[in-house]
T-cell receptor
Framework: QKEVEQNSGPLSVPEGAIASLNCTYSDRVSQSFFWYRQYSGKSPELIMS????GDKEDGRFTAQLNKASQYVSLLIRDSQPSDSATYLC????????????FGKGTMLLVSP | ETGVTQSPTHLIKTRGQQVTLRCSSQ?????VSWYQQALGQGPQFIFQYYREEENGRGNFPPRFSGLQFPNYSSELNVNALELDDSALYLC??????????????FGQGTRLTVV
């Protein structure tokens, strides 16, 4: 059973702060890792992908991957109220059908 | 805008009825996956199509079935609807074969309510 675990939150941060979102996964042969943002009532929007250990930066977003610890995180710098959403961690395995397994998501609330 | 289009956006059906949901993948994307997202949960994998063949199936009963067409568009069919089938149904498309390290992009979803 492939599992992806996220703290459901809500994670509350003030505007301008750094938001740190975490995710652990159980499948050791996972190969691809994604962060999606989902606003209430909308569909998931891809914001970051990461495939190798280390950090990947894109604007205010940084994804961090540690395959040995089976851990992936997303940092959002200079958080804005418009960042308030649920953040879904998704993991793709190198075994089986190579589909995405999602966590339940972490709700982020950025207060002005 | 991802280029993935789903129809309809909202649907209300009665228990026991059948429903067909449609998805047009992003241009050139030949892998299409369907997910069910219940309120407060992450998306759950239903099945995946690649080159018009089912290429993986999640823990869903046979009354959930699908098709992929030569233009890579896809349908999700659900027979004998149950109240628990009420959810947001999401279609995602990606470029290349399923085992490749590629990104999946979602359509806007179909909100199905079964009464």
């Amino acid at each position: 059973q492939k599992e992806v675990e996220q703290n459901s939150g809500p994670l509350s941060v003030p505007e301008g702060a750094i938001a740190s979102l975490n995710c652990t996964y159980s499948d050791r042969v996972s190969q691809s890792f994604f962060w999606y943002r989902q606003y209430s009532g909308k569909s998931p929007e891809l914001i970051m992908s990461i495939y190798s250990n280390g950090d990947k930066e894109d604007g205010r977003f940084t994804a961090q991957l540690n395959k040995a610890s089976q851990y992936v995180s997303l940092l959002i710098r200079d958080s804005q109220p418009s960042d308030s959403a649920t953040y879904l961690c998704a993991v793709k395995s190198a075994s089986g059908y190579s589909t995405l397994t999602f966590g339940k998501g972490t709700m982020l609330l950025v207060s002005p | 805008e991802t280029g993935v289009t789903q129809s309809p956006t909202h649907l209300i059906k009665t228990r026991g009825q059948q429903v067909t949901l449609r998805c047009s993948s992003q241009s050139g994307h030949n892998t299409v996956s369907w997910y069910q997202q219940a309120l407060g949960q992450g998306p759950q994998f239903i099945f995946q199509y690649y080159r018009e063949e089912e290429n993986g199936r999640g823990n869903f009963p046979p009354r959930f079935s699908g098709l992929q067409f030569p233009n890579y568009s896809s349908e999700l069919n659900v027979n004998a609807l149950e109240l628990d089938d009420s959810a947001l149904y999401l279609c995602a498309s990606s470029l290349g074969s399923p085992e490749m390290n590629t990104e999946a992009f979602f359509g806007q979803g179909t909100r199905l309510t079964v009464v």
